[in-house]
């Protein structure tokens, strides 16, 4: 297998991804005046203090129940390794 023909593959490939890249990012095809209208829009909603405090508490009940399944899968491993080495050894 010659080298040559796989670096020109590399060189193809990357090529092509870099048109890809540079496609997004081509001023003609955006349409500036609908995306100003709407992430303008978007960026001036602001929560009322009573949806804050509820997302706070999702947030903190997701997190809790995270910790407490962290805590049980860790203590039912730790028996099970504790137990499996007492079964071996004794």
Do not use: C, H
Request: charged share 20%; no cysteine.
């Amino acid at each position: 297998m010659s080298f040559g023909i796989v670096q020109s593959m590399i060189i193809s490939m990357r090529n092509n991804s870099r048109r890809k890249q540079a496609a997004n990012f081509d001023r003609q095809q955006m349409p500036l005046k609908d995306q100003r209208s709407t992430s303008s829009e978007l960026l001036n909603k602001k929560a009322s203090p009573q949806q804050l405090q509820k997302i706070k508490a999702k947030i903190s009940s997701e997190t809790r129940s995270a910790q407490i399944r962290a805590i049980l899968i860790t203590l039912f491993t730790t028996l099970g390794i504790i137990l499996l080495t007492y079964w071996l050894f004794s």
